[in-house]
């Protein structure tokens, strides 16, 4: 079974910097897009970057030219370098992943999520 595991979610200082990690792991056969969600409190779940695998990204104008997401596809990892934090930055990341394995029945496509992690930005 594959899953996805977070981390690096702290607290930091307004201006401040943080670099997120997730890791797939489990019977993959490869993975295609890979992004970075955030939920804040009493807010929709919304999305702030993802990576092709390719490498070809995309931002949510909020972050653009403050956060920066990368992979590494030999070990099915992406991460989110966060700079200049704000205190609306403040949420839960979760990390996404569209898994290709292979069944008995040929591929299937998952998608799949992590755990979440706290990211909290104090003004």
């Known amino acids: 079974q594959v899953q996805l595991v977070e981390s690096g979610g702290s607290m930091v200082q307004t201006g401040g910097s943080l670099r997120l990690s997730c890791a797939a792991s489990g019977a993959i056969f490869s993975i295609n897009t890979m992004g970075w969600y955030r939920q804040a409190l009493g807010k929709q779940r919304e999305l702030v970057a993802t990576?092709?695998?390719?490498?070809?990204?995309d931002y949510v104008d909020s972050v653009k030219g403050r956060f920066t997401i990368s992979r590494d596809n030999a070990k099915n990892t992406v991460y989110l370098q966060m700079n200049s934090l704000k205190p609306e930055d403040t949420a839960v990341y979760y990390c996404?992943?569209?898994?290709?394995?292979?069944?008995?029945?040929?591929?299937?496509?998952?998608?799949?999520w992590g755990q979440g992690t706290q990211v909290t930005v104090s003004s």
């Open positions: 996404n992943a569209k898994v290709l394995v292979l069944t008995g029945k040929g591929f299937r496509e998952d998608d799949l």
């Open positions: 990576i092709s695998r390719d490498g070809t990204t």
